[in-house]
């Protein structure tokens, strides 16, 4: 059963930079496709980024297009979410999350992601304030 524990996040002012990150356990991530989600207060979970292990492919929500960058450290069985230029409505919880199905088009078709993945971490709290 693949554990993942997120760490980062905190208060940043506009503008500023965050790095997430989520490291895995009870497997690897190697072979599996990996996400960022974001939720904020009294929102649904939308996706931001996802990322396949297998061939590199990756793909942003417009949102994130430029500014946040998905990785994967595959020694280190952990995956970062960079986060530059941030905004006030970026602010939300973060989760990362891991699935057996890699990041495709197909995945990213759908409306939301989430059906796609197994494995979520605890969330991350990220705050952007004036």
């Known amino acids: 059963q693949l554990q993942l524990v997120e760490s980062g996040g905190g208060s940043v002012q506009p503008g500023g930079s965050l790095s997430l990150s989520c490291a895995a356990s009870?497997?690897?991530?190697?072979?599996?496709?990996i996400a960022w989600f974001r939720q904020a207060p009294g929102e649904e979970r939308v996706a931001i980024s996802c990322?396949?292990?297998?061939?590199?492919?990756?793909y942003y929500r417009d949102s994130a297009k430029g500014r946040f960058a998905i990785s994967v450290n595959k020694a280190k069985n952990t995956m970062y979410l960079q986060m530059n230029s941030l905004k006030p409505d970026a602010t939300a919880g973060y989760y990362c999350?891991?699935?057996?199905?890699?990041?495709?088009?197909?995945?990213?078709?759908?409306?939301?992601?989430?059906?796609?993945?197994?494995?979520w971490g605890q969330g991350a709290q990220v705050t952007v304030y004036s």
């Open positions: 990322h396949a292990t297998s061939d590199g492919s990756t």
């Open positions: 009870g497997g690897s991530l190697a072979g599996y496709g």
């Open positions: 999350a891991v699935g057996e199905v890699q990041c495709s088009v197909t995945v990213v078709s759908t409306p939301t992601w989430d059906e796609w993945y197994e494995y």
